[in-house]
């Protein structure tokens, strides 16, 4: 997939200074998590993004040609050890992970709306415990990684009603197992 960026934010990337910024989105159980590459707050789409400066880091998004799933990694540093047992309880699996690319102006404010680099699902965490702080760094997979799931649909009464309640279209399969059906004219 072919990322463009608007009008505005392409005119930013020609300038002498080139401010870039990366947004990431995390869809926690316990709530969402907006944090961006900055210091502080950035408020954009109506949300509160804070800011993680030299403490995030973000691995690098491959965008490949072939039809493959090519994950990522997000890191955080600095983690005081009390928090870490909410990292640790949280199911974080499957759950939506979006990293945004955007440029600030001079002004250190957005030029236009961040663009979409990288739209995924959690995966794993490994913490490194150092002592007094913790690194975590979670692992965001592509979402063609579905794609290798194997799926384990039956067709069954029950898994049908399961997704569609109201579908009884199953419901006489187990009766036609063993069932002579004829076809065309009967027999003379």
């Known amino acids: 997939m072919t990322l463009r960026l ?25 709530g969402e998590k907006r944090l961006w590459s900055g210091i502080g707050t950035l408020s954009w789409d109506g949300e509160e993004w804070a800011g993680t400066g030299y403490l995030g880091r973000i691995s690098t998004i491959e965008e490949t040609m072939e039809l493959r799933a090519a994950g ?14 909410e990292v640790i309880a949280e199911p974080i699996q499957g759950r939506r992970a979006k990293v945004f690319l955007g ?21 794993t965490v490994e913490i490194v415990d150092g002592g ?22 039956r067709y069954t009464d029950a898994d049908q009603q399961s997704r569609y309640p109201t579908d009884r279209g199953l419901e006489y399969v187990p009766a036609l197992q063993e069932t002579d059906i004829l076809w065309g004219r009967a027999k003379e």
Do not use: C, H, W
Request: glycine content about 4%; proline content about 2%; charged content about 25%.
């Open 6 to 30: 608007n009008e505005l934010n392409a005119a930013e990337t020609v300038k002498e200074v080139v401010r870039p910024i990366l947004l990431a989105y995390l869809d926690f159980l316990g």
């Open 132 to 153: 007094q702080t913790a690194t975590i760094t979670m692992m965001v997979e592509n979402r063609l990684r579905d794609l290798d799931r194997a799926r384990t649909r």
């Open 72 to 85: 990522m990694s997000m890191q955080l540093s600095g983690v005081k050890n009390v928090d870490l047992a």
């Open 103 to 123: 440029f600030l102006n001079s002004n250190f404010t957005l030029v236009s709306d961040p663009i979409v680099i990288f739209d995924g699902r959690m995966d």
